[in-house]
């Protein structure tokens, strides 16, 4: 079965970067992956979207030009790089099978997600 480990969040100022990962245990795939962010008191919503070899990204207008999303399928691993935060990035940042998600029915369960905190 597979697993999802998100990491790479952390506290940060406004302006600042982070780079999060998120890493498949169980066996390889090649689905689009998609990044996914949950503030306190609000619903999961999208940020990211990759193509299974990564030649093909969507983003949320609220983070185009200062998120970029990428993989490495050979480590089963897709990355997301924050650039210019703002405190309105601050949430939990999960990553799951993109299709699946938008379809309302994961493909895989939700890992625990990794904090992101942007501080003014």
């Known amino acids: 079965q597979v697993q999802l480990v998100e990491s790479g969040g952390g506290l940060v100022q406004a302006g600042g970067s982070l780079r999060l990962s998120c890493a498949a245990s169980?066996?390889?795939?090649?689905?689009?992956m998609g990044w996914f962010r949950q503030a306190p008191g609000k619903e999961r919503a999208f940020v990211a979207a990759?193509?299974?070899?990564?030649?093909?990204?969507i983003y949320a207008d609220s983070v185009k030009g200062r998120f970029t999303i990428s993989r490495d399928n050979a480590k089963n691993t897709v990355y997301l790089q924050m650039n210019s935060l703002k405190p309105e990035d601050t949430a939990v940042y999960y990553c799951?099978?993109?299709?699946?998600?938008?379809?309302?029915?994961?493909?895989?369960?939700w890992g625990q997600g990794t904090q992101v905190t942007v501080s003014s």
């Open positions: 169980g066996r390889t795939f090649n689905f689009a």
């Open positions: 799951n099978v993109y299709l699946s998600v938008v379809a309302g029915k994961p493909q895989i369960n």
């Open positions: 990759i193509s299974g070899w990564g030649g093909k990204t």
